[in-house]
T-cell receptor
Framework: DAGITQSPRHKVTETGTPVTLRCHQT?????MYWYRQDPGHGLRLIHY???????DKGEVSDGYSVSRSKTEDFLLTLESATSSQTSVYFC??????????????FGEGSRLTVL | KQEVTQIPAALSVPEGENLVLNCSFT??????LQWFRQDPGKGLTSLLL?????REQTSGRLNASLDKSSGRSTLYIAASQPGDSATYLC???????????FGTGTRLTVIP
């Protein structure tokens, strides 16, 4: 299995509080991604990174920010959580960008509940 | 925007049966198409990747085909086993979008 660790795996928080999810990889892959998975929507890309300090928005980026200060870590922050951000969040990595990706490896997910 | 559809949403078959899962997409200009497996409470595992220039890929009992002109892909599973029970998702990579567009998946149950 690809070395991808997400933390925390489960979190319950209240509306308006900040939340940070962490993705840590040991594969030295250049590209890292944050997705959310919701019933009826499939997986949707939130943000991605193509290198240290290089990030870009995905399909559903509003309300989220990311940072990548080291190759191995990609953080997803919800500055002020809302109930609509209740979801399962997946981190993924690849050695190429998605247009030429050989394989996309996923973490096991972080289940976030915003009350 | 690329739209990816998987029908049916759920499928139950007896063990040993051969089966086909379907994936359709709206824009035929794609880079590649991937099939993933997701077990409950787990992340996604890549099963097969088909580049746009390819027609099919095989891995063990799995065979995926791609017909870009009709916007369709199928995942064929031979001699199904209870361990094949999972949700299967397809995802399409499209030019101009550094993104994979995912279908909502087909939940497969193989009955012993």
């Amino acid at each position: 299995d690809a070395g991808i660790t997400q933390s925390p795996r489960h979190k319950v928080t209240e509306t308006g509080t900040p939340v940070t999810l962490r993705c840590h990889q040991t594969e030295n892959h250049r590209y890292m991604y944050w997705y959310r998975q919701d019933p009826g929507h499939g997986l949707r890309l939130i943000h991605y990174s193509y290198g240290v300090k290089d990030t870009d928005k995905g399909e559903v980026s509003d309300g989220y920010s990311v940072s990548r200060s080291k190759t191995e870590d990609f953080l997803l922050t919800l500055e002020s959580a809302t109930s609509s951000q209740t979801s399962v969040y997946f981190c993924a990595i690849s050695d190429r960008g998605l247009a030429g990706v050989r394989e996309l490896f996923f973490g096991e997910g972080s289940r976030l509940t915003v009350l | 925007k690329q739209e990816v559809t998987q029908i049916p949403a759920a499928l139950s078959v007896p063990e040993g049966e051969n089966l086909v899962l379907n994936c359709s997409f709206t824009d035929s200009a794609i880079y590649n198409l991937q099939w993933f497996r997701q077990d409950p409470g787990k992340g996604l595992t890549s099963l097969l990747l088909i580049q746009s220039s390819q027609r099919e890929q095989t891995s063990g009992r799995l065979n995926a085909s791609l017909d870009k002109s009709s916007g369709r892909s199928t995942l064929y599973i031979a001699a199904s086993q209870p361990g094949d029970s999972a949700t299967y998702l397809c995802a399409v990579g499209s030019p101009g979008a550094n993104n994979l567009f995912f279908g909502t998946g087909t939940r497969l149950t193989v009955i012993p």
